[in-house]
């Protein structure tokens, strides 16, 4: 018996697992039937839909002949035409393709005739189906007269160049620009300002730069004021490295051996001693001294001090004064002569003492120029040493040399084999 009712069961079990089995596959043939029937009809109707699409741009119709008319929107064009929301109305095929950039909306300027201020439509149409809404869907402008002003381009610096390097003088592709707007904008405009940023730099400039318009106290302008496209200047500057170079004075000296007889060249000095100059670097390697234009001594018998222009070499820029002084110290030459065993008298001794020196002589050398030399005989070299007021007894004695004038004792030079002597003195 029990066997019966476990066959039985398993014969129903079995009965019903077909049964869901079968109804499972119905049921997923009527889903995809289900599914390819609202494609087809979706693809035969192709029903509409609305899409809302933010963030589109509004420009201009119309902004030539607003200016053939001596007129210009005024303000800056960011602020003045407003992002727009959009809703389109498409066909679901092109829900996915309409965007922003399906989208035109603009305003028209061309009814404009006067300076005034003006609410106008803003008016969008999509590539991709009609335009049901526009948000905003006007704007209100200022038209004004329009206005040029042409102001100077100002070239301003920041920085400095890298340690040993020099910025020449920049040249700009312009020195003025024409600024266009609305008249009361372009009033407030006195210059264009070339920035040119110099920090670390070691290399030259031969680029493109943005100008910046400024007012007269020095403050930005707003560029979107204007009508023209951002301007620009090309700029070309040098920037090379720098050195420092010693002034050749010495060589700069002609004649040197043909100055007046008994004439030498004592030195040569330059002022300055030295100048800066700048080149690229294969240009001014190994350079040390600079050269200048000739200064000719020659029969000179006296100094002589000239300007003279420095030879500045090849594809090296001079960054200082292009002279220097040179000044030629000429002399007569010197002589040397030595007096031996001059005889040392002496003076301011009373009539009834007597003296006695350690040292009766001594030899004078003398050293001068050679002219004044040559009047120098050995009888006008003399010794002596002064004893008034001295006591009877022994003392010490400053020997002293005479010339027979003032400017020899001035300007010959005189050295003495003995300074002091013992002098001894009896009443």
């Given at each position: 018996?029990?066997?019966?009712?476990?066959?039985?069961?398993?014969?129903?079990?079995?009965?019903?697992?077909?049964?869901?089995?079968?109804?499972?596959?119905?049921?997923?043939i009527s889903l995809l039937f289900?599914?390819?029937?609202?494609?087809?009809?979706?693809?035969?109707?192709?029903?509409?839909?609305?899409?809302?699409v933010n963030n589109v741009s509004?420009?201009?119709?119309?902004?030539?002949?607003?200016?053939?008319?001596?007129?210009?929107?005024?303000?800056?064009?960011?602020?003045?035409?407003?992002?727009?929301?959009?809703?389109?109305?498409?066909?679901?095929?092109?829900?996915?393709?309409?965007?922003?950039?399906?989208?035109?909306?603009?305003?028209?300027?061309?009814?404009?005739?006067?300076?005034?201020?003006?609410?106008?439509?803003?008016?969008?149409?999509?590539?991709?189906?009609?335009?049901?809404?526009?948000?905003?869907?006007?704007?209100?402008?200022?038209?004004?007269?329009?206005?040029?002003?042409?102001?100077?381009?100002?070239?301003?610096?920041?920085?400095?160049?890298?340690?040993?390097?020099?910025?020449?003088?920049?040249?700009?592709?312009?020195?003025?620009?024409?600024?266009?707007?609305?008249?009361?904008?372009?009033?407030?405009?006195?210059?264009?300002?070339?920035?040119?940023?110099?920090?670390?730099?070691?290399?030259?400039?031969?680029?493109?730069?943005?100008?910046?318009?400024?007012?007269?106290?020095?403050?930005?302008?707003?560029?979107?004021?204007?009508?023209?496209?951002?301007?620009?200047?090309?700029?070309?500057?040098?920037?090379?490295?720098?050195?420092?170079?010693?002034?050749?004075?010495?060589?700069?000296?002609?004649?040197?051996?043909?100055?007046?007889?008994?004439?030498?060249?004592?030195?040569?000095?330059?002022?300055?001693?030295?100048?800066?100059?700048?080149?690229?670097?294969?240009?001014?390697?190994?350079?040390?001294?600079?050269?200048?234009?000739?200064?000719?001594?020659?029969?000179?018998?006296?100094?002589?001090?000239?300007?003279?222009?420095?030879?500045?070499?090849?594809?090296?820029?001079?960054?200082?004064?292009?002279?220097?002084?040179?000044?030629?110290?000429?002399?007569?030459?010197?002589?040397?002569?030595?007096?031996?065993?001059?005889?040392?008298?002496?003076?301011?001794?009373?009539?009834?003492?007597?003296?006695?020196?350690?040292?009766?002589?001594?030899?004078?050398?003398?050293?001068?120029?050679?002219?004044?030399?040559?009047?120098?005989?050995?009888?006008?070299?003399?010794?002596?040493?002064?004893?008034?007021?001295?006591?009877?007894?022994?003392?010490?004695?400053?020997?002293?040399?005479?010339?027979?004038?003032?400017?020899?004792?001035?300007?010959?030079?005189?050295?003495?084999?003995?300074?002091?002597?013992?002098?001894?003195?009896?009443?």
């Open positions: 018996m029990k066997n019966k009712i476990k066959r039985l069961g398993a014969a129903l079990l079995a009965h019903l697992k077909s049964f869901v089995a079968v109804n499972t596959v119905l049921k997923i289900a599914m390819l029937l609202w494609f087809y009809v979706m693809i035969e109707t192709n029903p509409s839909r609305t899409k809302t509004i420009s201009f119709v119309g902004e030539d002949d607003l200016r053939a008319k001596n007129l210009v929107v005024r303000g800056d064009k960011s602020k003045v035409l407003p992002k727009a929301t959009v809703q389109v109305s498409t066909e679901l095929a092109k829900y996915g393709s309409v965007d922003a950039s399906t989208i035109t909306a603009t305003v028209s300027l061309r009814a404009i005739s006067k300076p005034d201020t003006y609410k106008l439509k803003i008016n969008a149409v999509s590539q991709n189906g009609s335009v049901v809404e526009i948000t905003p869907s006007e704007i209100t402008i200022e038209v004004a007269t329009m206005a040029a002003r042409t102001v100077p381009v100002e070239v301003e610096y920041t920085g400095t160049t890298a340690t040993n390097y020099w910025a020449g003088e920049p040249t700009l592709s312009a020195q003025n620009l024409i600024v266009r707007g609305a008249a009361e904008d372009v009033a407030q405009v006195v210059k264009a300002v070339c920035p040119i940023d110099l920090t670390g730099r070691k290399t030259g400039i031969n680029e493109s730069v943005a100008l910046k318009l400024v007012d007269a106290q020095g403050e930005p302008v707003n560029m979107a004021l204007f009508t023209d496209a951002l301007p620009s200047v090309v700029v070309r500057m040098d920037v090379l490295k720098t050195a420092v170079l010693e002034v050749d004075a010495q060589g700069a000296v002609l004649g040197e051996d043909a100055l007046a007889k008994n004439f030498e060249l004592a030195h040569v000095v330059a002022t300055p001693a030295t100048v800066r100059v700048a080149g690229t670097e294969s240009a001014i390697e190994g350079l040390t001294t600079i050269s200048t234009e000739k200064l000719d001594v020659s029969g000179r018998s006296e100094s002589l001090m000239q300007t003279l222009a420095l030879i500045v070499p090849e594809n090296v820029t001079l960054l200082d004064d292009p002279t220097v002084s040179i000044f030629a110290d000429i002399r007569e030459r010197t002589e040397t002569r030595v007096f031996t065993d001059v005889p040392i008298e002496i003076i301011g001794l009373p009539r009834k003492q007597s003296a006695t020196l350690s040292m009766e002589s001594g030899s004078v050398t003398v050293v001068g120029r050679v002219s004044l030399m040559r009047q120098l005989q050995r009888g006008d070299v003399q010794l002596h040493i002064d004893v008034s007021g001295m006591t009877p007894g022994e003392h010490t004695a400053q020997v002293v040399v005479k010339l027979p004038s003032e400017s020899m004792t001035n300007e010959l030079s005189c050295v003495l084999s003995v300074h002091t002597v013992t002098v001894k003195i009896k009443a």
